[in-house]
């Protein structure tokens, strides 16, 4: 099964974030301007609340933002990985119910960031399916492109954490 495209076939967003429901927000690191060349996404202050994925030095946020790091890559994930994915979904929704702007991103802010951001829908009451599609619709058709994020979401991601745990 392919679990990720290579790069050069996954454009770039047309937006550094997209608001996918109120207060919460998907990006990531890159985006195409308004002349067509890619730009730099820096966050600054805009959101009170950023969850980084892919951390690249220079994007931000400043100091007094609230800002989480968990690293995982755009692939299978242990059961370490998807622990994270889990709390970083948990923690977006309480600063979501605290009335807070939260921002989920990776680096194109597509599948990295759409795991988190769907797992924190589903957390809320919407189906796997439901999540998804939100997600493509409010980011892009690309958001999830990786199959087996979409499998870890259908699945349900604390069962899919037990299955990677036990196959460890």
Known sequence: ????RKQA???APDSPWNEIVPGLWMGGH?????TGAVEFAVVRDEFDVVQTLLRL?????????????WPIPDGPLDGTQLAGVIRLARAACEALD???????????????SGLVVAHALIQ???SADEAIRLVRD????????????????RAGLP??????????
Not at 1 to 4: A, S
Not at 30 to 34: A, L, P, T, V, Y
């Open 1 to 4: 099964m392919r679990t990720r």
């Open 9 to 11: 076939d996954v454009p």
């Open 30 to 34: 890159e985006f195409r301007g308004r």
């Open 57 to 69: 030095p220079g994007h931000g946020p400043d100091a007094d933002v609230e800002h989480h790091v």
């Open 98 to 112: 605290g009335g807070r702007r939260v921002l989920v991103r990776c680096y194109h802010g597509y599948n990295r």
């Open 124 to 126: 809320q009451g919407s």
């Open 138 to 153: 409010r980011r892009s058709p690309w958001a999830l492109h990786n199959e087996l994020f979409v499998e870890y979401l």
């Open 159 to 168: 069962t899919a954490r037990l299955l990677e745990e036990l196959a460890e």
